[in-house]
């Protein structure tokens, strides 16, 4: 079964220090990776996806995505946080053969305090 | 802006009366889901039209339906509701599903109240 993992429920990041928000994703064939971001009582938002090519791709307000097929991870990074990346953040998993459904990791609340 | 309009924005319904959420898109996208979400959890997946083809998530109660009369509405209806529905509800829409690069574009969500 197509699944991907965020271990941590919360992080907390000083404003400008770096932040990563962990991902893990267990899939059959290729993975296609996404990451969106949720503000409070707000929609889903693409920041950035990786198909093929690039292991590192960039995305949305200043975030990047490293994905490592060896640990079969996919981790958001930001060099210099800031307070307005306080959001949700859920990592998913596109299952084409499922009617192209995402599949959403339980998500990481991210604060970023000045 | 093409977007994804979600109506209304904030729902309150008595246990056990049927109530209809509404999403529009002026994206023209061949795909059109919806997923539930309770508070600070993972979206879950009910159902998602390809253009006039219905699919039904295995999981979804019969207690959820959705109907889209045309390529730019779909509905979701919740026949008699329970307090354990009472979430936020997201349409996203996405322009193919054949392959596995396309984003999905979502709606701001209806957040359903159970009374």
Excluded at chain 1, 61 to 66: K, N
Excluded at chain 2, 56 to 64: I, L, M, Q, S, V
Excluded at chain 2, 98 to 111: A, I, N, V
């Amino acid at each position: 079964a197509q699944s991907v993992a965020q271990p941590e429920d919360q992080v907390n990041v000083a404003e400008g220090n770096p932040l990563t928000v962990k991902c893990t994703y267990s899939v059959s064939g290729n993975p296609y990776l996404f990451w969106y971001v949720q503000y409070p009582n707000r929609g889903l938002q693409f920041l950035l996806k990786y198909i093929t090519g690039d292991n590192l791709v960039k995305g949305s307000y200043g975030f990047e995505a490293e994905f490592n097929k060896s640990q079969t991870s996919f981790h958001l990074k930001k060099p210099s946080a800031l307070v307005s990346d306080s959001a949700l953040y859920f990592c998913a998993v596109r299952v084409y053969n499922q009617g192209g459904k995402l599949i959403f990791g339980q998500g990481t609340e991210l604060s970023v305090k000045p | 802006d093409a977007m994804v309009i979600q109506n209304p924005r904030y729902q309150v319904t008595q246990f056990g009366k049927p109530v209809t959420l509404s999403c529009s898109q002026t994206l023209n996208h061949n795909v059109m889901y919806w997923y539930q979400q309770k508070s600070s959890q993972a979206p879950k997946l009910l159902f998602h039209y390809y253009d006039k083809d219905f699919n039904n998530e295995a999981d979804t109660p019969d207690n959820f339906q959705s109907r889209r009369p045309n390529t730019s509405f779909c509905f979701l209806d919740i026949r008699s509701p329970g307090l354990g529905d009472a979430a936020m509800y997201l349409c996203a829409t996405s322009r193919d599903r054949g392959t596995g690069d396309e984003k999905l574009f979502f709606g701001s969500g209806t957040q359903l109240s159970v009374l």
